[in-house]
């Protein structure tokens, strides 16, 4: 045991370090198609950030190691499109296995790793895909199992998966382009970055046809992005949709496996639209494609035959005056034909069925349904999470389906704990449920359920207790405390504050972290991590609140960011500033403010807004100048740049830089490809401009995320050396 872990102090050190406080982390917890086996990713103790595949055979009760990551890998490394990827998925960090699938039969597994192809029995053996290029990307298996498909060299490739097979070896099935700007089978950079969507190839469920996205960035603009690094600065010629610029030109094709018969779907007259999911009907006779326009306005979802291409409109969804689409994986088409759907047409995000013609409506009332889980179809049952009984601990619950449309479908049960934070995943046909839970002393578990939601086994317990990597610390863990406080229109913002030991009649510095941003949800009842609790052990208070524009409140909540980001937002941590100045135990002259990418962007606004607030500000790579920034995140809430108004001029950080007073320290990544690092070097160039005082720490070689277990200490002492300069300390 460490020094630090014998004593109880939470280090930064240890924070990074391995094992993960946490505990182990499970990653893409799958059942095998006969429900026997459950595999698991499961990160090493030794070092976090590698994973390895594990199985547990539900029949014997043992866990067995089916892929050592570091046996079996080539060693290869990784090419740059897919560490752009990796970046995209949020998963550039990791190591080993990152994903895999399983085989239609249930008998073995794909295991993509470091550029090879996998084929891997349940008894561990595993055979190389032969053929495979070392830059295959989105590798995986056709629905009956006959088929491997993968990308490469800007092509799609499909190839036999048996051995014996003559013809197994991978032919690109799609046509080699003269210009390199053409790719086929991919996801484009938006569509990864923004619209959650990382394939380009999708396989009929009778593995008849592969419906293949196509894109041609040639009219997208080229940005100069520097990587730079430690040892010397790599430059990239990056094709990137800035906001008001060119999207890429997408096409979308049905192919049959050996290239022929190869048809083009109709999109629509419009050719400036986004391709924002792809489907087919579980008979595999129709392909279901969601269409949406460029102002993200409306959504088509497009019926279409996958022999002709020839596609018609289903139906829509039209987005509320001053507001948008947000897109969705919660939905699901069923056997007979109809499909449950997650809209916020009433105002929250609620399921409905839509069968011939007809909506009805599943869920209902002033809460949303955050995902949709999984479907029994035979048991005319829809599994699902939401906030019915808790703002801040979603639960999963279960629906009927009513038989007859006229019939409303009743109250959703409840089959999870109260107080706990949950998401899960089901088995196709929703028999079984993987519940993953946290609570505030409680890092993640992990458990295998059954359709009523009584837990049948483990699969992480992850226990604080005996050899658990938090357990020495469990004893100085200090628990949340949840309050609201109102919006200047009244509307009620919540709250999470952790206090440190404190001594009557003596007032604390606050860490008042935030986000702001839309789509997340900061605060909740679940496990708030060893990071927080670190801040809190060296004496101050860590307080956060979610402001207007997030996540999970319904459309008005989050559309009051509509053509006015950096507005409401700045306004509502203001409030929680207010709620701070007014407790007894706090010292209102030392209130530092801290927030990374979009919180970096609001850590400028509030800084800006309110000149002489806070002690100190923090900002970890913030968007400074929306222009920038990529068309389909920044259009869905700011508009055409190139419209009347100001909006991007109001909305970016650059034009009140000067007014900026309280001590700033600036944080960037060199080589960030996500908000790019010229967004600070204009912040830089503006401040030094006109003379105003701040600091910075710069990270060559390191993108977004600035973090690993040398590097995360160093950021995180900075901030706490930098507040200490500017008397942001405990009393002694």
Known sequence: MSAAASTGALTFERVFGSPGLNGPAPRGVRLSPDGRWLTVLKNRADDRERYD????????????????????????????????????????????????????????????????????????TARKLDGVAGDAMDAGLSPKGHYVSFVADRRFWVGGVEAKDTNARPVAITPEEQSATVR????????QEEMARFKGAWWAPDDSRIAVERFDEGHVGVVTRAAIGAAGTKTFEQRYPAAGTANVAVSLWVVKPDGSARVQVDLGADPDIYLARVDWAKDGKTLYVQRENRAQTRLD???????????????????????????????????????????????????????????????????????????????????????????????VYAVEIPKDSGVHPGKPERLTEPGWVNAASMDRKGQTLLVS???????????????????????????????HPYAPYLKAHRAPTYGTVKADDGTLLHWRMITPVMEPGKRYPVFFEHYGGPHVQVVSKGWTGSLAQAIVAKGYVYFEIDNRGSADRGVAFESSIWHAMGSV??????????????????????????????????TLKMLEADPGAYAAGISGAPVTKWELYDTHYTERYLGDPKAAGGVYAKADALGDAAKI?????????????????????????????????????????????????????????TIFAFLARHGVVPPK
Request: hydrophobic letters at 40%; aromatic letters at 12%.
């Open 661 to 717: 007073s309280d001590p700033l320290l600036l944080i960037h990544g060199m080589a960030d490809d996500n908000v790019v690092f010229e967004n600070s070097t204009a912040l830089i160039a503006k401040l030094q401009g006109e003379n105003v005082p701040f600091e910075m720490m710069l990270y060559p070689g390191y993108t977004h995320r600035v973090t690993g277990p040398k590097i995360g200490p160093h950021v995180w002492e």
């Open 569 to 602: 937002e700045v306004a509502d941590q203001r409030a929680g500033l207010h709620y701070l100045k007014s407790l007894p135990f706090v010292d209102p002259a030392k209130i530092a403010t801290y927030g990374w990418s979009y919180g970096g962007y609001m």
């Open 184 to 191: 086929w089978g991919e996801a484009e950079f938006v569509a």
């Open 53 to 124: 595949l594990w199985g547990f055979d539900r029949q014997s009760g043992q866990w067995t190691m089916l892929v050592d990551s570091k046996k079996l890998s080539s060693g290869r490394a990784l090419s740059e499109a897919e560490k752009m990827q990796r970046e995209r998925m949020r998963v550039g960090d990791l190591k080993g296995i990152i994903s895999y699938e399983w085989a239609a039969d249930g008998k073995g597994l794909l295991v993509p790793l470091d550029g090879d192809l996998l084929l891997v029995a349940l008894d561990g």
């Open 301 to 395: 979802m497009l019926s279409v035959d996958p022999a002709t291409g020839a596609a018609k409109v289903l139906f829509s969804e039209t987005a509320r005056d001053k507001s948008w689409i947000n897109l969705t994986d919660s939905y699901r088409f069923l056997k007979d034909g109809s499909l449950i759907w997650w809209s916020e047409r009433d105002g929250f995000g609620h399921l409905y069925r839509f069968r011939d013609g007809q909506w009805l409506q599943l869920t209902s009332g002033s809460w949303v349904v955050t995902g949709l889980v999984g479907v029994d179809e035979a048991g005319g049952r829809v599994f699902f999470t939401g906030t019915k009984d808790d703002q801040l601990a979603p639960q």
């Open 437 to 467: 839970r946290s609570a505030q002393n409680q890092p993640p578990q992990v458990y295998v359920a059954d359709a009523t939601g009584k837990r049948l086994a483990w699969v992480e317990e992850n226990a604080v207790a005996g050899a």
